[in-house]
């Protein structure tokens, strides 16, 4: 209970000391929703956990097995945190343009975090691990609860589902954080890239793998043979080979310099088992020659290579014959994902509005049982259970009881809608994904048909 009045105090000052803010400084909706995305949701269903948690230390039997009940029960709703992790990458991007174009924006934000002690990107990470979080706790009860007690099994089955669920977010998460220093790196490459691509660093489809500092060997032998410190830059599709950052005590590295971007589509890979620390890159006019510390590093670089290397030419091949349908197909796909985007934000809304609706009377509720364990002279807050099997001996009493009845019926009804919407949105995000991966493999065969990189 008090790790999540802890996380609901969290979402609370993230909405009201920055996303009401920037809505007041004329901030649009898309904007706010690339940031925050469906945080409001969180909030609210926080506020309800919150609730159901609090009741459950005052009903009869063991608080265990109530909470096993309670996690149960809200797992389906518990699926909009992968709707929320996968907004992370839009997320920073959408943060940073409005802190870079609009000054006085970062300055409002910069007094925010300074007044709370923490970062809007801190707050906003929060939820992205909370389900980790719930699965640690829940740890935890297993272990402490004997195998045969009566909420042994609610909860094994409560944690199993959640890290099915953690499962995915971590992949979702990894996926994010790989975006984003594909982003990072370009910003950080500059103008450098200019001679070596014609589009950008960051595609739809390019995904960052690896990084390292080898050797290159340039020449062979004579007065031109040279080797050359380099920083390699392994992404999914290309490898990027950089002058190593170097930067003056106290000062930031300078923006990195390209040496050479090598497309992985056209080259051979080759190491010599016997230096134990060597591999090549070979294509029709030019050879790589890099060297590493050890036989490990050269083994990691020469199995990370070799699996990019068969991811592109597996895409390649699957296109087949319609290879040449390929920039037709992207814009088609890229289509698709926008319907989808629109369809879930549809649903979006009759989520926040059906969890919003859900919390106000969830409030009602609990004036209504203060209310009534008034009435009914109790030391303290009447459960929900108990307040529906307690015998009334008034009307006011009863009127109560039958307005909690009523208004639990309409939350049970509320429940249904926005777990039926959220199942709905899993589902279209499900389809959104497989289109993004048709998507990104046909850009990237498009990339490299069609511009060189």
């Known amino acids: 209970i008090h790790s999540e009045r802890r ?5 609370q000052t993230l909405h009201a000391a920055f ?3 920037l809505r007041q400084r004329g901030i649009g909706l898309p904007q706010l929703s690339a940031i925050f995305g469906n945080s409001q949701v969180l909030l609210n269903l926080s506020r309800l956990l919150l609730s159901e948690l609090s009741a459950a230390t005052k009903a009869p039997g063991a608080t265990s097995l109530h909470l096993a009940h309670i996690v149960l029960r809200m797992l389906p709703t518990f699926k909009v945190y992968q ?11 959408a943060q940073s343009h409005i802190r870079r174009e609009q000054p006085e924006i970062h300055q409002m934000l910069l007094r925010a975090e300074k007044e709370h002690s923490t970062s809007m990107g801190a707050m906003l990470l929060g939820p992205a691990r909370r389900l980790v979080t719930y699965g640690l706790l829940l740890k935890q009860m297993v272990g402490h609860t004997p195998p045969d007690a009566a909420e042994r099994q609610p909860l094994g089955e409560a944690l199993d589902s959640l890290n099915d669920m953690c499962k995915l977010l971590d992949d979702s998460l ?13 910003r950080q490459f500059g103008e450098s890239l200019r001679p070596h691509m014609t589009k950008p660093l960051a595609l739809p489809h390019r995904r960052f793998v690896f990084e390292g500092v080898v050797d290159e060997h340039t020449g062979r032998g004579g007065a031109r043979s040279g080797r050359h410190t380099r920083q390699l830059y392994l992404f999914n599709d290309l490898l990027v080979n950089a002058c ?3 930067s003056a005590r106290g000062e930031l ?40 510390n050890s036989a490990e590093d050269q083994l990691e670089w020469v199995k990370k290579i070799k699996k990019q290397v068969r991811f592109v030419n597996k895409a390649f091949n699957e296109r087949g014959k319609s290879i040449g349908f390929v920039q037709q ?16 934000h549809f649903l979006e809304e009759q989520v926040l509005e059906a969890t919003t609706v859900l919390c ?18 109790s030391q303290g807050n009447l459960s929900l259970t108990v307040a529906l099997s307690a015998p009334f001996s008034d009307e006011s009493v009863g009127a109560l009881k039958s307005r909690l009845q009523l208004r639990e019926v309409e939350k049970a009804e509320l429940h249904t809608v926005a777990n039926k919407c959220i199942g709905e949105i899993v589902s279209l995000m499900a389809q959104a994904d497989e289109i993004k991966e048709r998507h990104n493999s046909d850009s990237m065969c498009e990339c490299m048909l069609f511009s060189g990189n």
């Open 7 to 11: 996380y609901y105090e969290q979402l």
């Open 19 to 21: 996303y009401l803010p």
């Open 360 to 377: 106000a009377l969830d409030a009602e509720q609990q004036e209504d049982l203060l209310e009534l364990g008034a009435l009914m002279g």
């Open 244 to 246: 190593a950052p170097t």
């Open 83 to 93: 709707q929320y992790t996968a907004g992370c990458h839009n997320s920073d991007e």
């Open 329 to 344: 197909n992207v814009g088609l796909l890229r289509d698709q994902l926008t319907a989808l985007q629109k369809q879930c």
């Open 253 to 292: 590295p300078r923006c990195t310099q390209i040496v050479d971007v090598i497309h992985l589509s056209k080259v051979t890979l080759t190491d010599d088992s016997k230096s134990g620390g060597s591999f090549e890159l070979k294509m029709m006019a030019r050879t790589w020659r890099f060297s590493v």
């Open 174 to 186: 990894r996926d994010q954080h790989s975006r984003t220093r594909v982003a990072e790196l370009q």
